[in-house]
């Protein structure tokens, strides 16, 4: 599933090249939203809340769209030719200069702008919020820690205490703070893992490339994430990755069982 930093850079890529357009052609290829046409409206700005994008319109409407696991908007020329198959096309927006592609978009909706809230209302604080203060870090804390006997690589990926966080995010914060995964949340000091949360995300936010290294270099670019089997940066022990989480929350989880405090499971 993509990261809170990937959907906010595809919503800042959309407002630029959409806000205050006029769409020349605006299908939506999604069995209840397969007669609207949004062609003529006005997009007023494109905004992301966690994983979740809104397209604002000129009719007091939004487009939401979710990406899952593996949903993305592309941008091209006029005429380009798409880099993905029709079949898994379910948004066209176009102006006279862009075209917005969607593609394997599982969920989307069509809703008042006024009744957004429907929707994330239910997240904890967004970690790339622009308006980000420390109301919202004390209340990403509050929630985080309302169940101190969690499990901190389950708590991380829990939208609701704090939107943004994925796989990639929750083993390295994991990493770098040196607690496991499998750990309680009270076993970490709150404020810092809020905190480191949000710099990695910020770091990554304006650029495709994801690093919580500080290089850029391929295969270099992570601590611990997709890294099974090698090295550990610190250490040398050999990278473990084991499940975390049950049904369709599970995630395979990467840490080093060495540098990461113990317990551990798998």
């Known amino acids: 599933m993509p990261e809170g930093d990937t959907v906010f850079l595809a919503g800042k890529r959309l407002d630029e090249a959409l806000a205050g357009q006029r769409l ?6 999604h069995p209840r939203l397969s007669t609207v046409d949004l062609k003529d409206r006005v997009v007023l700005g494109v905004h992301s809340v966690g994983k979740h994008l809104f397209l604002r319109f000129d009719d007091s409407r939004s487009l939401h769209t979710h990406f899952r696991m593996d949903g993305a908007w592309h941008l091209y ?16 927006l176009a102006t006279p200069t862009r075209v917005a592609v969607g593609f394997r978009l599982h969920d989307m909706e069509l809703l008042a702008t006024a009744d957004e809230q429907r929707l994330v209302g239910h997240l904890g604080p967004d970690l790339l919020d622009p308006s980000w203060t420390e109301e919202h870090e004390a209340e990403a804390i509050r929630r985080l820690t309302a169940d101190p006997n969690r499990e901190l690589g389950l708590a991380l990926l829990d939208q609701r205490v704090m939107a943004g966080v994925g796989n990639l995010y929750k083993s390295e914060v994991c990493f770098i703070l040196g607690v496991s995964p499998w750990a309680p949340v009270s076993s970490a000091d709150a404020g810092r893992v809020v905190n480191l949360a949000r710099k990695l995300l910020l770091r990554n936010a304006f650029r495709p490339e994801q690093s919580t290294t500080g290089e850029l270099a391929r295969g270099r670019q992570h601590w611990v994430y997709e890294r099974g089997g090698r090295a550990c940066r610190r250490c040398g022990t050999p990278i473990r990755r084991a499940p975390q989480g049950t049904g369709v929350e599970q995630r395979g989880t990467y840490h080093c069982p060495t540098c990461q405090v113990a317990p551990e499971r798998g």
């Open 77 to 92: 020329a006029p005429g380009e030719r798409w880099r993905g198959p029709g079949h898994q096309v379910r948004a066209v």
């Open 24 to 29: 020349s052609r605006g299908e939506l290829r």
